[in-house]
């Protein structure tokens, strides 16, 4: 059924009211509400800017707009070859700065730390031979056996304080330092005892002296020899740093040569210019950087090898022979001293296979020596040392036949004596390598020496000429970016 509309008194139609919401009273939409065809709805709710980006965003985006003009490039590439040059003579500067300290070491530290080892043990094996030649002169021993024994102790203890001055206690050096300072007064100790025996004729005092002996060949002499090893090996090590080629500073300069390369042809294609100062002389300075560096690290490496082989080898060939032959003629002598009382596990006399042996090791040590001489004056000596060898190995033989025989005076006659004995040879066998040694200790520093020279002021020259092919550059492309002002 139908209803009527709803209305006031009457019956008259009520049109609703729109409210401030632009609702009608019943709830209705009111003309331009949201859901009438084509009227605008409210506003919508607040909304918060876009969140700015980082720093490095922004920059990005500016460096972005930048190069895409021909100006904006211009800078990036200028920048760009400024610290190309930058990092090539900063990088040139620290490595050459590196290895020159390396050179110094090698010239003024390591190498003298182990012709000081080296010292040490010659001086320490010289003693002991002094002391047995002493010993078998008698109750009196020579003033000059004296006076040898007491500079080599002396020399031994001198040089066993600089070492420790330069060598840290914890390290292996120090340690055998230590041990060298531990043991030597025990040793004089016995050799004190030893003469003191001997001058009243006691036997005792031959078993003093193999005792003192026993002590020198089994603590002294290897801790030296481990002291001098461990120096040489410490030298060696600042060779190879000084010679080690500085692959990172030679490969930035390719590439910063090759950056100003690239730089310069494209100018010359936008522009049809042959030259850009600014960037001409960058690359000149930068050349000037990459060649001074090649051939002052190949002129120095080739001076420091030098040195090396046929100096620093030379000497520690010439060292070891010479400790050979002192420990061959404290054997010699020891021989005498003990009149077989001491013998090997075979039944042979100990002094006597230990003198075979060394003498053996000093014959292979002379011809090693022999070979890396390079000239006369270092050849010379070795071969006057080889031929006295051969002098002492026959009169030895000799000696040892006379005193095989009981003839006990005569053979040491033959040993100790002032005519024809195996003293004399010996003698000339270590002047001989006196002589060797100084003259190779020479040859190493001449081309040691050249060798750091070689790299002198190249740290400082490729520092300041970096800075100017910088300069250089950002000149030559400020040139280029005045043109579109």
């Known amino acids: ?3 009527p509309p709803m209305g006031g008194p009457g019956g008259t139609a009520v049109v609703p009211t729109p409210t401030a919401s632009g609702a009608s009273a019943s709830g209705a939409p009111a003309s331009g509400a949201p859901g009438t065809s084509g009227a605008p709805g409210p506003l919508a709710p607040h909304q918060p800017p876009p969140a700015r980006g980082s720093a490095w965003s922004e920059g990005m985006d500016r460096l972005r707009a930048a190069a895409t003009t021909e100006p904006g490039r211009l800078r990036v590439i200028g920048a760009v070859l400024a610290a190309l040059v930058i990092a090539f003579g900063a990088v040139t500067a620290w490595q050459v700065a590196d290895r020159k300290s390396a050179a110094d070491d090698v010239v003024t530290r390591s190498q003298p730390l182990s012709a000081d080892a080296a010292s040490i043990y010659r001086s320490l094996a010289d003693a002991d031979t002094a002391a047995a030649s002493g010993f078998l002169a008698g109750a009196q021993e020579p003033p000059l056996v004296i006076k040898q024994y007491n500079d080599d102790i002396a020399e031994a203890s001198r040089l066993l304080v600089k070492a420790a001055a330069n060598t840290s206690s914890t390290s292996t050096s120090g340690q055998q330092i230590a041990r060298l300072n531990q043991q030597l007064p025990a040793y004089t100790g016995l050799i004190e005892r030893a003469r003191a025996n001997n001058r009243q004729g006691l036997p005792l005092g031959g078993a003093y002296l193999r005792y003192a002996n026993e002590r020198m060949t089994t603590q002294l002499l290897p801790a030296a020899k481990k002291l001098y090893d461990e120096e040489t090996d410490r030298l060696y090590r600042d060779y190879d740093d000084a010679t080690a080629w500085p692959y990172v500073a030679l490969g930035l300069g390719v590439l910063a040569l090759g950056g100003l390369g690239w730089a310069q042809l494209r ?7 042959v030259f850009n100062h600014g960037l001409l002389g960058a690359s000149a300075a930068s050349l000037a950087v990459l060649l001074w560096l090649v051939v002052g690290h190949t002129l120095a490496s080739s001076g420091l090898n030098d040195s090396k082989t046929y100096g620093q080898e030379s000497l520690k060939v010439l060292s070891d022979a010479r400790i050979s032959s002192l420990q061959a003629r404290a054997n010699e002598n020891l021989t005498l001293v003990s009149r077989g009382a001491v013998t090997t596990t075979s039944g042979d006399d100990k002094y006597e296979a230990d003198y075979t042996s060394g003498m053996a090791d000093l014959e292979k040590q002379l011809a090693k020596a022999g070979e890396l001489a390079d000239d006369d004056g270092g050849k010379g000596p070795v071969q006057k040392a080889a031929d006295s060898v051969k002098a002492w190995k026959t009169q030895h033989k000799d000696a040892r036949a ?9 053979a040491l006659e033959k040993v100790i004596g002032a005519s024809g004995s195996t003293g004399q040879s010996f003698a000339k066998v270590d002047q001989a390598l006196a002589t060797a040694l100084a003259w190779e200790q020479r040859e190493f520093t001449e081309a040691a020496e050249d060798g750091r020279g070689a ?12 800075v100017l092919a910088a300069a250089a550059a950002l000149l030559g492309i400020g040139r280029r970016l005045s043109e579109f002002r």
């Open 267 to 273: 100018n010359y294609r936008r522009t049809n210019r």
């Open 1 to 3: 059924m139908a209803h």
């Open 402 to 410: 006379t005193d095989n025989q009981g003839d006990y005076d005569a």
């Open 455 to 466: 790299l002198s002021g190249l740290a400082i020259g490729a520092a300041v000429l970096a």
